[in-house]
């Protein structure tokens, strides 16, 4: 490379508030920067708003919380339901994987359904007292003035 290409940069001391020139060049030819005080004044102004923004993010926060408070309730209750009914599937997945434990759970509740319809559903008396037994729960459950349910 040719030793003329190389150009340095001081600090010309002639020059007025110490501008950095470029060897051989000339200050007057050279483009001029705006003065550094605007930019600083629009950053302080973009911090100011930042800084305002940020201290009323708590109060702003929970304005819109106890806004939407019944709202943000329900979509918690939704997402929990859906993630419920996801685990319940994936442990009754796991479950059904598992070899002749399904076949033991069909048989079991076969054996169930015959016992609940020879025990309660033959027989007009049974059917009276499963009745009897189903209103007492309601009762137990929901309060006596639900009783004509």
Do not use: C, H
Request: no cysteine.
């Amino acid at each position: 490379m040719d030793a003329n290409l190389q150009q340095s940069e001081y600090a010309n001391p002639s020059s007025p508030q110490g501008m950095v020139a470029i060897e051989g060049s000339n200050p007057q030819n050279l483009p001029m920067l705006p003065p550094a005080s605007e930019p600083e004044n629009q950053l302080q102004g973009f911090g100011q708003e930042v800084s305002d923004f940020l201290a009323k993010l708590p109060e702003n926060i929970g304005r819109f919380f106890s806004e939407y408070k019944g709202l943000i309730i329900n979509f918690g209750l939704f997402l929990a339901a859906i993630v419920t009914v996801k685990v319940v599937l994936a442990i009754l997945d796991a479950i059904n994987d598992i070899p002749l434990l399904s076949p033991t759970f069909e048989l079991v509740g076969i054996i169930y359904s015959t016992w609940f319809t020879f025990r309660y559903l033959l027989k007009d008396s049974t059917r009276q007292e499963l009745s009897a037994n189903i209103q007492s729960l309601k009762k137990q459950t929901f309060g006596s003035n639900l009783s004509e349910m």
